[in-house]
């Protein structure tokens, strides 16, 4: 901040003191009546600057997203969806209870993280992670010369990679027609001029993405988090949250959302990046020709 604070920045700070807390997504939606991502990415850097300056304290708070009410408990049902969202607070005014960071692990300059999860207590572990845990294991003691190797071991390694990698690409695939169908049936309800849908259906829908993905929790709270994170603060956000709602109601693994929001930002902040790079590089080759 060798200039001074900047406009996100000026404005963080004229909210807050007004304010006990407020997160930046109502920071920057009050600022601007159809704000793009750029802007969000612009007011989350602006206070970075000023946490790390210790001129705001910047912590996790759950809060609805559509009327920006922060709540200092355990989440309520509010005229919108309530989630764990960024907030700023001048510094010694912070909420009594933070809410967890999404995906469990909170920025460097994030001032106030809640304790984590209890002793004993570990993250969920999927297929990959144990298979790659396992083999690690065995290398270690191959190392060691504590076991030796035989053909059939080889090929039972083999074996198994070839059929994680089967599973795992079904996986994506079948992630992907969840993805596609929760879509279609939100524009499909959509083009109706009255109402909500009604329960038989909102009942059809959800057996339709049951039956792409029978038992599968966790691939379902998937496609959820990755729609809701990749819409985040776009145009598509209400269509992408409507459809992340009929897989929470096809039995989504409520647990594993956030991680999968978290990474649906990822992704998006990714594509974003490489959208300013392709520009960059096109305004230099036309300022060079």
Same mark, same amino acid.
């Given at each position: 901040?060798?200039?001074?604070?900047?406009?996100?920045?000026?404005?963080?700070?004229?909210?807050?003191?007004? =304010?006990?807390?407020?997160?930046? *997504?109502?920071?920057?939606?009050?600022?601007?009546?159809?704000?793009?991502?750029?802007?969000?990415?612009?007011?989350?850097?602006?206070?970075?600057?000023?946490?790390?300056?210790? &001129?705001?304290?910047? *912590?996790? @708070?759950? @809060?609805?997203?559509?009327?920006?009410?922060?709540?200092?408990?355990?989440?309520?049902?509010?005229?919108?969806?309530? !989630?764990?969202?960024?907030?700023?607070? !001048?510094?010694?005014?912070?909420?009594?209870?933070? +809410?967890?960071?999404?995906?469990?692990?909170?920025?460097?300059? %994030?001032?106030? %993280?809640?304790?984590?999860?209890? +002793?004993?207590?570990?993250?969920?572990?999927?297929?990959? $992670?144990?298979?790659?845990?396992?083999?690690?294991?065995?290398?270690?003691?191959?190392?060691?010369?504590?076991?030796? =190797?035989? @053909? /059939?071991?080889?090929?039972?390694?083999?074996?198994?990679?070839?059929?994680?990698? &089967?599973?795992?690409?079904?996986?994506?695939?079948?992630?992907?027609?969840?993805?596609?169908?929760?879509? !279609?049936?939100?524009?499909?309800?959509?083009? !109706?001029?009255?109402?909500?849908?009604?329960?038989?259906?909102?009942?059809?829908?959800?057996?339709?993405?049951?039956?792409?993905?029978?038992? /599968?929790? $966790?691939?379902?709270?998937?496609?959820?988090?990755?729609?809701?994170?990749? @819409?985040?603060?776009?145009?598509?956000?209400? &269509?992408? *949250?409507?459809?992340?709602?009929?897989?929470?109601?096809?039995?989504?693994?409520?647990?594993?959302?956030?991680?999968?929001?978290?990474?649906?930002?990822?992704?998006?902040?990714? =594509?974003?990046? /490489?959208?300013?790079? /392709? %520009?960059?590089?096109?305004? +230099?080759?036309?300022?060079?020709?």
């Amino acid at each position: 901040m060798s200039k001074g604070p900047g406009i996100w920045q000026r404005e963080i700070l004229r909210t807050t003191a007004g =304010v006990h807390t407020v997160t930046i *997504y109502s920071i920057v939606r009050a600022r601007l009546t159809e704000p793009r991502r750029d802007a969000f990415v612009a007011a989350r850097r602006g206070a970075k600057g000023l946490a790390q300056a210790g &001129r705001v304290s910047a *912590y996790y @708070a759950y @809060a609805c997203q559509r009327c920006g009410h922060v709540q200092d408990h355990h989440p309520e049902q509010c005229c919108g969806r309530v !989630r764990p969202m960024l907030a700023v607070s !001048r510094p010694g005014r912070q909420l009594a209870h933070p +809410a967890p960071p999404p995906g469990g692990v909170a920025p460097a300059w %994030v001032n106030v %993280v809640p304790p984590g999860r209890p +002793a004993g207590q570990v993250p969920v572990a999927s297929t990959g $992670d144990v298979l790659s845990l396992t083999l690690q294991r065995y290398c270690e003691q191959l190392l060691s010369g504590r076991v030796a =190797v035989s @053909a /059939r071991d080889v090929a039972i390694l083999m074996r198994l990679e070839r059929e994680f990698r &089967r599973d795992a690409e079904r996986d994506r695939l079948t992630i992907a027609r969840l993805t596609f169908t929760a879509r !279609r049936l939100v524009a499909r309800l959509a083009h !109706r001029a009255w109402g909500w849908p009604t329960p038989d259906e909102t009942a059809s829908c959800v057996a339709e993405l049951q039956q792409i993905a029978p038992g /599968r929790a $966790d691939l379902l709270a998937e496609a959820a988090g990755v729609m809701l994170g990749a @819409a985040e603060g776009t145009v598509d956000e209400p &269509r992408s *949250y409507a459809a992340a709602e009929l897989c929470r109601a096809a039995g989504a693994d409520p647990a594993l959302v956030p991680q999968w929001t978290e990474e649906g930002r990822r992704r998006a902040q990714a =594509v974003f990046d /490489r959208q300013v790079a /392709r %520009v960059a590089r096109d305004a +230099a080759g036309l300022e060079a020709g």
